[in-house]
């Protein structure tokens, strides 16, 4: 059954950047059709999707928050990474990742089967 | 941007009830929209994917419709275990993004 970890800091200082690692397990990164995401749920708030990764490096990012963010997969650690650059509160937030089964027909979305596996959450908090 | 939006933001129900939960985006996104179910403190869980395709495990008395732009997920028979928020997402716009709805919490009357 596919797993997945977040890990990472729990507490982040204003300026400085957000590093978390979602570890795949029981199932390859490297799966065709499957993307991996990152979501985030600041306190009392709803869910807001900041990038995905495909195994083969492509990314996509929320356009809100491109400026600041990286993703990145390692592929022989079954992992994959999130980096969000000058974090302020505001980017206090549960982080989840997530696998979501997406077909493409060249740049346009062919399929979507949802987001059917979830990490369990790793909360962030920005603070001096 | 796709903007989507949910009605009710709360409902109040008890336990055998129909509930019904709207889900609107701002402009067309065929079928593509999928639904979530989220208790507190817990990962949200995949309930509906394409507009009404149940996701593997989820009971039947769940169930979506819609396209276009407007959209619903039905509880047929509300269960104790179904006290939650509910979240709606799109993915037509994928790969620019997704875009959630902002939830409407089902709580016990």
Redo the contacts between chains.
Sequence with gaps: QLQLQESGPGLVKPSETLSLTCTVSGGSISSSSYYW?WIRQPPGK????IG?IYYSGST????SLKSRVTISVDTSKNQFSLKLSSVTAADTAVY?C?RHN?Y?GG?Q?A??????V????TTVTVSS | DIQMTQSPSSVSASVGDRVTITCRASQGISSWLAWYQQKPGKAPKLLIYAASSLQSGVPSRFSGSGSGTDFTLTISSLQPEDFATYYCQQANSFPLGFTFGPGTKVDIK
Excluded: C, I, R, V
Aim: charged content about 10%.
């Design positions: 995401g709803g869910l807001e999707w995905s996509y990012y929320n356009p989840y997530a997406t493409m740049q979305l399929h979507y089967y949802g987001m059917d979830w990490g369990q959450g």
